[in-house]
T-cell receptor, first 114, second 113 residues
Framework: GAGVSQSPSNKVTEKGKDVELRCDPISGHTALYWYRQRLGQGLEFLIY????????KSGLPSDRFSAERTGESVSTLTIQRTQQEDSAVYLCASSRSTYTGELFFGEGSRLTVL | AQTVTQSQPEMSVQEAETVTLSCTYD???????LFWYKQPPSRQMILVIRQEAYKQQNATENRFSVNFQKAAKSFSLKISDSQLGDAAMYFCAYRGSNYKLTFGKGTLLTVNP
């Protein structure tokens, strides 16, 4: 597609439920990144993919968080047993490769855990 | 680990004036990239400008330019002829050999008419 697409745009869930956030990168972009942005804060790295592999998942906050990527395209970020501290905007970005360094971002998925 | 520091949580500028946003970073690497991203209220991060560390010449993009001081590990953004549409949160970011971008906490820029 023309840009990075994320869905849902907004998600409200109850504490303890599982959520899935989806990212469609720009076509042909081999690298894909997930970041978390809490209200009024900077971006916190979660994980990145090169192709379908995740060389660096060091930013995932706990084992409740997981991510996968298939077909060198779509990625899903799954949060199990959501907690209130998971409330944030989850941003996805893609780039032509990890070497270029220039990331193109989606508009994010705002997650609110009640 | 690399860190990026933006010491100005908020800045304001009059329309048509010039403003400079500060950024410093800490790294032991010699080859890396630096970026300024803009995040308007719409939430989408937009690349403003990038700088390769091996290039001595400061990057410019129209009204946006940087002052890159490698020895001082400083990377400031200058916005000339500020426009109302420049109002946004600005993030400085570093990318080194580990390929992930490390961001500062951001500077909220207000442009006054």
């Amino acid at each position: 597609g023309a840009g990075v697409s994320q869905s849902p745009s907004n998600k409200v869930t109850e504490k303890g439920k599982d959520v899935e956030l989806r990212c469609d990168p720009i076509s042909g972009h081999t690298a894909l990144y997930w970041y978390r942005q809490r209200l009024g804060q900077g971006l916190e790295f979660l994980i990145y993919f090169q192709g379908n592999s995740a060389p660096d998942k060091s930013g995932l906050p706990s084992d409740r968080f997981s991510a996968e990527r298939t077909g060198e395209s779509v990625s899903t970020l799954t949060i199990q047993r959501t907690q209130q501290e998971d409330s944030a905007v989850y941003l996805c970005a893609s780039s032509r490769s990890t070497y270029t360094g220039e990331l193109f971002f989606g508009e994010g998925s705002r997650l609110t855990v009640l | 680990a690399q860190t990026v520091t933006q010491s100005q949580p908020e800045m304001s500028v009059q329309e048509a004036e010039t403003v400079t946003l500060s950024c410093t970073y800490d790294t032991s690497e010699s080859d890396y990239y630096l970026f300024w991203y803009k995040q308007p209220p719409s939430r989408q991060m937009i690349l403003v400008i990038r700088q390769e560390a091996y290039k001595q010449q400061n990057a410019t993009e129209n009204r946006f330019s940087v002052n890159f001081q490698k020895a001082a590990k400083s990377f400031s953004l200058k916005i000339s002829d500020s426009q109302l549409g420049d109002a946004a949160m600005y993030f400085c970011a570093y990318r080194g050999s580990n390929y992930k971008l490390t961001f500062g906490k951001g500077t909220l820029l207000t442009v006054n008419p």
